[in-house]
């Protein structure tokens, strides 16, 4: 199961060599998943690397079966707004705990009989100090609205991405934050002082071309 990510790792035929790269993306993706279970997000038991394959728990259907993906389960209105605010629960949970997962969709959750399972973190990003984490994590909640959109239509036009990150930027951001889905656009200048300054200055220029101007008719 785990095997098409080593191919993929292996095929980038970069610099460096099979042991370090295996190493690297293992470790990402099984530091990750312990981290977010601590943080209590329902994520599959990592068992450790097996001949450079990361073995898991099997999130099971609950007859013995891997449990469907996202993708391959039909909602009511009421059950797509019920999973969408679970599911939003555990990237604030991720964020809170500095991680965005970065490939989160409808094909990275397994849903089993308690709901949905998070799964293929190898590129989930440190959020503190990554120039990607922002634009990441609105892709992972837009892709969360956009899914979910189908069933309960209203969910396209909720905000719940810029909201998060608002509030985790602002340091306010809990496991328990309440969210909105609603931002206010921020149509104030950035910087009133420094618009404020370079009117006074183009007046103050305007000012003196005037006076030059009239210094020469004399
Ligand atoms: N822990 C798991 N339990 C059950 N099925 C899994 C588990 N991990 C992955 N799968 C199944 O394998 C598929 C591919 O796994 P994934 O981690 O998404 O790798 P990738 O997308 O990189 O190939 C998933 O869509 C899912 O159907
Ligand atoms: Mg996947």
Redesign the pocket.
């Known amino acids: 199961?785990?095997s098409?990510?080593l191919a993929?790792a292996m095929e980038k035929g970069s610099r460096f060599g099979r042991e370090e790269l295996e190493s690297a993306w293992q470790n990402a993706e099984v530091s990750a998943l312990y981290r977010l279970a601590d943080a209590g997000v329902r994520v599959?038991v990592p068992y450790g690397c097996f001949d450079g394959v990361l073995l898991?728990?099997?999130?099971?259907d609950g007859a013995g079966h891997?449990?469907p993906?996202l993708s391959e389960v039909d909602f009511t209105p009421e059950e797509a707004r019920d999973c969408h605010g679970r599911l939003l629960r555990e990237v604030v949970r991720m964020l809170c705990a500095g991680l965005v997962h970065g490939d989160l969709s409808e094909?990275?959750i397994?849903m089993d009989p308690q709901g949905p399972v998070i799964?293929?973190l190898?590129q989930a990003v440190d959020a503190a100090g990554n120039n990607h984490a922002r634009p990441m994590l609105e892709r992972d909640v837009a892709n969360l609205a956009s899914f979910f959109g189908q069933f309960a239509p209203e969910l396209l036009e909720s905000r719940y991405g810029a909201e998060i990150w608002a509030l985790y930027e602002s340091g306010e951001l809990t496991p328990e934050s309440e969210l909105t889905g609603m931002v206010e656009d921020d149509d104030t200048p950035a910087d009133l002082d420094s618009l404020l300054r370079e009117i006074m200055d183009a007046r103050e220029e305007a000012e003196r071309r005037r006076e030059r101007e009239a210094g020469h008719d004399d």
């Open positions: 199961m785990k098409t990510r993929r599959p898991m728990e099997m999130v099971s891997p449990a993906r094909y990275n397994l799964i293929d190898p």
